[in-house]
């Protein structure tokens, strides 16, 4: 009798240290749950700014392709047509981010040269600033997702973690009204569950 008594005390003890332990690592997932929870409403977020930020770019490059198209057909039409004031007026009207293409088609010479690039726009000195911004946010915005969905997933593991710990504290405070040998038994599967959601604990990341 004795014997169970110092057991029982055992036991008394260790439930409380669990439901202590418990309450602390409880309060900690929670708090990490939700600040992860919400670097993942803030990546979304950012992500979204800056696939919008993509579509807008990629408009603008796609209007002033246009652009360029229209001015370099033109042109051709003076070249065949033999309007030098025509063609030197609409070459030199052509905008910057066209003219180094231009020049370079130009010096591979395409009305002899059958192997010549079809159009300046082939050329890799044909590049806009607008389609390189847009390409940029895109990715951005790509990396940002994929840091949301990670982020959603350190969210969803601390809270399992406190479903577990909260779990060990209703073991652990149970055990308390049961009698020997089935509290001991109760306190120690809190124990393992415990020590489980630790281990899962120290290895996820903290903000």
Not at 138 to 149: M, P
Request: charge should be positive; aromatic fraction near 8%; glycine fraction near 4%.
């Amino acid at each position: 009798m004795a014997e169970h008594k110092r057991s029982d005390r055992i036991v008394d003890v260790a439930s409380v240290v669990l439901i202590s332990v418990a309450a602390v690592l409880t309060a900690l997932c929670s708090y990490q749950s939700g600040r992860w929870g919400g670097q993942q409403a803030r990546l979304y977020s950012l992500a979204s700014a800056d696939h919008m930020r993509s579509v807008s770019e990629s408009d603008r490059a796609n209007t002033l392709t246009a652009i360029d198209v229209g001015v370099f057909l033109r042109y051709m039409d003076a070249v065949v047509s033999g309007d030098k004031r025509m063609t030197e007026f609409l070459h030199r009207r052509m905008r910057p981010e066209m003219q180094p293409a231009m020049r370079a088609w130009l010096a591979t010479n395409p009305l002899q040269n059958l192997h010549a690039p079809a159009s300046p726009f082939t050329m890799q000195q044909y590049s806009l600033r607008s389609r390189s911004d847009a390409n940029r946010w895109d990715a951005q915005g790509r990396r940002e997702y994929e840091e949301a969905i990670d982020a959603n997933r350190h969210s969803d593991d601390f809270l399992l973690l406190t479903v577990i710990f909260a779990a060990v504290s209703f073991l652990a405070g149970i055990s308390t009204k049961m009698a020997y040998p089935r509290h001991a038994i109760v306190v120690a599967l809190a124990a393992v569950a415990t020590i489980y959601g630790f281990v899962r604990l120290v290895s996820l990341p903290f903000l």
